[in-house]
């Protein structure tokens, strides 16, 4: 039975965003608190608070590990061939796939012309990617979005609120190495992971992490907000819903991981990482209208891609 909820977990989700559509999350205007690296004018500022003669070690972008840097210009909506083949094919094929064969260069990848790159890996119908391009008017923002499911890339492609000139939305499962992200290794500022490293298996999310880090600039993060364990979901699941230790069956056949922060730093690190938040964040919810009192557990993480070192190089991530 684990072995369906694996090999079918695609059509799980898909029936989940078919059922629900975008009623079911909220958008989650709690972001620009929790991570305010996502704020506007994080793109002259997010390197801050590193010292100064660190701060012109992050290069823009390159076109592989050992590749040249890419020229930056000042974010426009591209009009060249490959991006407007990307952005209208049919959203049950893999748009990543038209990328794969290629070296993936500066003119030639969605976003290429921006200086502050956004990923959000599981963004669902869009409750993270619509508040931020809603509140971030960064004329050099530009915004990537990823879901397992065909139905969520699909109802945010057809949300109102979606501007192909600021957001690249594709169907990817961050757990398939045969799949490439249509982003350059080092061409990211910030990739999010909010409610979805849970959702994978296990054994597959430390080759997960070390693949998403490699996408990351030099000085760049990865944020994350997920189920920590004891978290009043994790208590309320059935004994035959335990499919291995604090990893659990939803009803409808989606499935959940339950973290410690030790866990989490583990994978974080391992990628070549530093951390720079992981804390605990214990909840007590109150649902007025059902008369439940419940106790909430999320883990919040922040952890950096080193800078430059003196060689010029950054250690790579561990290889997928």
């Known amino acids: 039975m684990p072995v369906d ?12 965003y078919k059922i629900h559509e975008n009623g079911f999350f909220k958008d989650r205007h709690w972001l620009f608190t929790e991570f305010p690296e996502l704020a506007p004018g994080q793109s002259q500022d997010h390197l801050e608070d590193l010292p100064s ?8 972008c390159r076109t592989s590990e050992d590749g040249p840097g890419l020229k930056i210009e000042q974010h426009k909506c591209s009009s060249n061939s490959l991006e407007r083949e990307a952005q209208t094919a049919p959203v049950g094929e893999n748009v990543t796939q038209k990328f794969s064969h290629l070296e993936i260069c500066a003119d030639e990848f969605p976003g290429s012309s921006a200086t502050y790159r956004i990923l959000e890996v599981g963004c669902g119908v869009g409750n993270t990617v619509f508040p931020i391009l809603q509140t971030n008017n960064d004329p050099g923002l530009f915004v990537y979005c990823c879901d397992f499911s065909s139905t969520a890339i699909e109802l945010v492609q057809t949300n109102s609120a979606y501007d192909p000139c600021r957001c690249f939305a594709f169907v990817h499962d961050l757990c398939d190495e045969d799949q490439s992200y249509p982003v350059p290794t080092s061409s990211l500022d910030i990739i999010i992971l909010i409610f979805v490293l849970s959702a994978v298996v296990p054994d597959k999310m430390q080759k997960a992490i070390n693949r998403l880090s490699r996408l990351l600039k030099p000085g760049g993060m990865m944020l994350l907000r997920d189920y920590g364990r004891h978290d009043m979901a994790q208590l309320r699941f059935k004994k035959g819903q335990c499919l ?23 994978l974080f690190t391992t ?9 605990v964040d214990r909840r007590l919810q109150v649902n007025r209208g059902k008369q439940l009192t419940m106790y909430r557990v999320w883990i919040q993480c922040k952890y950096r891609k080193p800078l430059l070192s003196s060689a010029g190089s950054v250690a790579p991530a561990p290889d997928a």
Do not use: C, M
């Open 53 to 60: 003669d660190k701060r012109s070690e992050a290069p823009e």
């Open 5 to 16: 909820y694996e090999i079918n977990a695609h059509k799980y989700w898909n029936d989940f």
């Open 244 to 266: 291995s230790e604090n990893f659990y069956v939803r009803g409808d056949g989606t499935r959940v991981y339950f973290f410690t922060q030790d866990e989490l730093d583990t």
């Open 271 to 279: 990628a070549g990482l530093e951390k720079v938040q992981n804390l």
